[in-house]
């Protein structure tokens, strides 16, 4: 048995719920899940399973209705939005299906952005950092474009070096490769596990591709709001 | 510079036409407030010096004599038999005036014998007021020096300064005799040293300065003065003045304020009803600034979810619109200050007397520019404040999901 502080991730009877009263609806019904430090898991799961829900909850952008979440072994329960704020910006990258970066900023400033929120002010070593993750990704030509002059594929390369510019313990990413076109998908999917395999960062990655899903250590799959299956992938 | 100030500048930056028109509807709002400011304040500047331009700002009186009127009377024959046997003077008028004189809110006193008498030259005779001053003293209160038209101010042993108005009645010149007579067959002859020209067409017809001496005999008041004229250096501070020296003196202080109450009421509610619509510029530039922004943050809301995926807190989301709100309030009140400079050249450029010369000088002063930049900035933080609140509080997952 691996060690506790092995654990970047410990979910124990989550639950979420939308709306009150009349209206309420369960859409997580007690979720059981531990990632362990260099873990490489998808999530998969029919449309409408909760999967994003399940990712925001694990991300710290929405609260469970009822039920414990341990993000490096601190309880999230106990932190207040500010709490919950820092604990994120230090400790979880993001990547979202519609890439979402900010079009006012450079794609070196993109990437920079989760330490210039944290730190609050711009210095060289973040912008050095920004500029060596750009070159990892393969963009190091393209870091003073303007983010939405980048195309898709590039854009979600830039969305993958910002994720990981805080050395985070975990990458949560919500379908990256839905919106590309299998080449570019393959290459992004690619750079995720570079990182993981380079970096021993955790990857929870969303995914509709059977075969992206067959490449990652373990498939957690979620039907209506529950764990169905959770099995280690033999071939990895 | 701070990440809000980054983020602030890029969001206003990269939506170039909306934060323009909100920069150029804050620079009307702010020109017109300055605008008017300016101009009201030139306007009544220049309304209360012409008016104390023959006037004193706090007269002291003996006590219990009645306020010297100021307009121009056909009723000073009247008074000339009703007071000829009541001329009062103030007691020991010399220290007083020293002790005035140390006063820091005082600039100048100025001893005066007056009281009625005729003037009389050849067929004609006119009542008027004998003025007897100490010329430098009386100079500092009334700048009679500078209103002369033709002469000197020289109110020796037999002279006289009369007004252009006097001068025209009587068909004299400086260097004509003219004979002063008051009650009690008290006369003397003097010659006309100077003419003057106080703006005021009453004092011209009726004030004729001589010296203190002069009027001292004649007004039967030797060795006295029947009036102290004081100026002050805040003329707004008049009234409180006016009262304090009456209650340390017993005399009768009456200021400019009291004397022109209507006047000064008239002013006070020409700024009373400017500061009405100053406010609600002020309001409306609020408004406009604040249903902008919470436009922009309904267009950013997908960013601002990131930025806080990103780990920016609410209280940094606040900051960044707060800031475009302040942005955006300092370069509409520089705009709007180069709007209203432009406005107030041309104003001058074609508001002139029929002579030529500018109507009165106004300007923009920086003073006013600097108060309209934090004006304005602090409208447009507070106007923010909402759209501020509601960017802080966006649900991330909604935004991004969007
Ligand atoms: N804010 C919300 N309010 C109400 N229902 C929601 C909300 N967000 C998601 N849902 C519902 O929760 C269910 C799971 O959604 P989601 O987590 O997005 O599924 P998936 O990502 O697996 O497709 C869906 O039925 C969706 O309609
Ligand atoms: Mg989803």
């Known amino acids: 048995m691996a060690e506790p502080d092995d654990r970047v991730l410990h979910l124990a009877g989550i639950r979420k719920s939308y709306g009150s009263g009349e209206v309420e609806s369960e859409i997580l019904h007690g979720i059981d899940l531990t990632l362990r430090r260099g873990e490489f898991a998808a999530l998969i799961g029919p449309s409408g399973s909760g999967k994003s829900t399940l990712l925001n909850l694990i991300g710290l952008l929405d609260r469970p209705t009822s039920g414990q979440l341990h993000i490096d072994g601190e309880d999230s329960g106990q932190l207040d939005d500010t709490g919950l704020t820092r604990l994120r910006g230090q400790r979880i990258g993001f990547v979202f299906q519609h890439h979402h970066l900010i079009p006012a900023f450079t794609a070196e400033e993109n990437v920079a952005m989760p330490l210039l929120v944290a730190r609050g002010r711009p210095d060289a070593e973040m912008f050095e950092r920004a500029g060596q993750l750009l070159d990892q990704v393969g963009l190091a030509e393209r870091k003073q474009y303007l983010a939405n002059r980048l195309s898709g594929g590039q854009q979600q390369r830039v969305a993958i070096a910002r994720a990981l510019v805080t050395n985070p313990s975990l990458v949560l990413a919500d379908e990256p490769t839905g919106n590309l076109d299998t080449h570019s998908a393959d290459d992004v999917f690619a750079l995720l596990r570079e990182f993981n395999r380079r970096q021993h960062t955790t990857f929870l990655i969303v995914t509709h591709d059977p075969r992206l899903a067959a490449r990652c250590d373990r498939i957690i799959e979620l039907v209506d709001g529950r764990i169905v299956a959770d099995q280690a992938v033999a071939s990895a | ?402």
């Open chain 2, 1 to 402: 510079m701070p990440f809000e100030w980054i983020a602030a500048v890029r969001f206003l930056r990269e939506g170039r036409m909306q934060s323009l028109l909100i920069i150029v509807g804050v620079g009307v709002g702010v020109a017109v407030i300055v605008f008017m400011s300016a101009l009201l304040s030139g306007l009544q500047a220049n309304l209360i010096k012409r008016t104390l331009s023959s006037q004193a700002h706090i007269t002291l009186l003996p006590p219990e004599e009645i306020a010297r009127p100021q307009q121009a009377t056909d009723t000073t024959a009247l008074r000339l038999q009703k007071q000829a046997q009541r001329l009062r003077a103030i007691d020991q008028w010399q220290t007083l005036r020293d002790r005035l004189e140390t006063w820091p809110e005082i600039a100048a006193v100025s001893p005066v014998a007056s009281g009625p008498a005729f003037a009389v030259r050849g067929e004609a005779n006119k009542a008027i007021t004998i003025v007897g001053i100490e010329p430098e003293r009386y100079n500092r209160v009334i700048s009679l020096a500078e209103r002369l038209t033709a002469g000197q101010l020289r109110v020796g042993a037999g002279e006289a300064v009369i007004g252009i108005e006097l001068a025209k009645d009587l068909g004299a010149e400086v260097g004509d005799k003219l004979r002063l007579s008051a009650a009690d067959g008290r006369s003397d002859t003097l010659i006309i040293t100077g003419l003057f020209d106080l703006g005021n067409k009453g004092v011209n017809a009726r004030n004729v300065y001589v010296g203190l001496r002069t009027a001292q005999s004649l007004l039967d008041l030797v060795g006295g003065v029947s009036s102290i004229d004081l100026a002050l250096h805040d003329l707004d501070l008049a009234e409180r003045l006016a009262r304090r020296i009456a209650g340390e003196t017993g005399l009768t202080a009456d200021s400019w304020i009291k004397t022109n109450a209507q006047f000064v009421t008239a002013l006070t509610s020409q700024r009373v009803s400017s500061n009405v619509i100053r406010f609600f510029i002020a309001l409306s530039v609020a408004f406009g600034i604040a249903s902008v922004l919470v436009v922009s943050v309904i267009q950013r809301g997908k960013e601002i979810g990131i930025l806080r995926a990103m780990g920016a807190t609410q209280a940094q989301m606040r900051r960044i619109f707060l800031l475009q709100g302040g942005i955006v309030g300092f370069f509409g009140s520089l705009l709007g200050s180069a709007l209203a400079w432009s406005f107030l050249m041309l104003w001058q450029l074609l508001a002139r007397n029929p002579d030529g010369t500018p109507m009165f000088v106004i300007g923009v002063e920086p003073g006013l520019v600097a108060l309209a930049a934090g004006g304005a900035s602090l409208v447009g933080i507070l106007s923010a404040l909402l759209p501020a609140r509601r960017a802080a509080q966006l649900d991330p997952v909604v935004a991004i999901r969007g």
